[in-house]
């Protein structure tokens, strides 16, 4: 069956660190993928999709995330985090052949100290 | 504009019982999805409807659930006979479906708890 994979489970850093999340996910045909943050009592928030064109995609708050087709991956990053940004990070994958469901990683739980 | 509303917004329910969960998609929203998000399972597919199409309902994990939409708006899940491994947060999410792709917007949440 495909599936999204997320590596880490839990990030703690410092205001102003890097951020990097991984997300690799196993199906070999045409993909929408999407990173979704849930912030405390929120809920589900779009922060960027790729959907075809530019691999690399811009998204709300500062977050950018690449995809490497060669690599099944779709890495979320952002340069320098903030408290708010603490939140959980999900990638999901739309596969194109199966209909329009999410396929979502286990989740990130991100949490950023002041 | 209105989001995706669900109610209630939380539910307590005995084992045994049968318990209806609500969903307003976003006007115009043409595409409605069910998924539920738990402890041991992250978030997970349900079912989809998709204007008049027959449901997508490969995620439904038992038959004692079931969804319907009226109208092509409102929908409703049911889960009968509740069991303590049903509780979770139950999620909503529509978009529109003609052309595409498009994002899914979530709605809030149901938090069904089986005690």
């Known amino acids: 069956a495909q599936s999204v994979s997320q590596h880490n489970h839990h990030v703690i850093l410092s205001e102003a660190a890097s951020l990097e999340l991984g997300c690799n996910y196993s199906?070999?045909?045409?993909?929408?993928l999407f990173w979704y943050v849930q912030y405390p009592g929120q809920h589900l928030q779009l922060l960027l999709k790729?959907?075809?064109?530019?691999?690399l995609v811009k998204g709300i708050k500062g977050f950018e995330a690449e995809f490497i087709k060669s690599k099944f991956s779709f890495n979320l990053r952002k340069p320098s985090v903030q408290w708010s940004d603490t939140a959980e990070y999900f990638c999901?994958?739309?596969?194109?052949?199966?209909?329009?469901?999410?396929?979502f990683g286990g989740g990130t739980r991100v949490l950023v100290k002041p | 504009g209105a989001g995706v509303s669900q109610s209630p917004s939380n539910k307590v329910t005995e084992k045994g019982k049968d318990v209806e969960l609500r969903c307003d998609p976003i006007?115009?929203?043409?595409?409605l999805y069910w998924y539920r998000q738990s402890l041991g399972q992250g978030l997970e597919f349900l079912i989809y409807?998709?204007?008049?199409?027959?449901?997508?309902k490969s995620g439904l994990p038992s038959d004692r659930f079931s969804a319907e939409r009226t109208g092509g708006s409102v929908s409703t899940l049911t889960i009968q006979r509740t069991q303590q491994e049903d509780s979770a947060v139950y999620l909503c999410?529509?978009?529109?479906?003609?052309?595409?792709?498009?994002?899914?917007?979530f709605g809030p949440g149901t938090r069904l708890t089986v005690t």
């Open positions: 999410a529509s978009s529109p479906s003609e052309g595409g792709p498009y994002e899914q917007y």
């Open positions: 199906y070999g045909g045409t993909v929408n």
């Open positions: 790729y959907f075809s064109g530019d691999p």
């Open positions: 999901a994958v739309i596969i194109k052949a199966a209909g329009n469901k999410l396929t």
């Open positions: 006007s115009g929203h043409t595409a």
């Open positions: 409807f998709q204007g008049n199409s027959a449901p997508d």
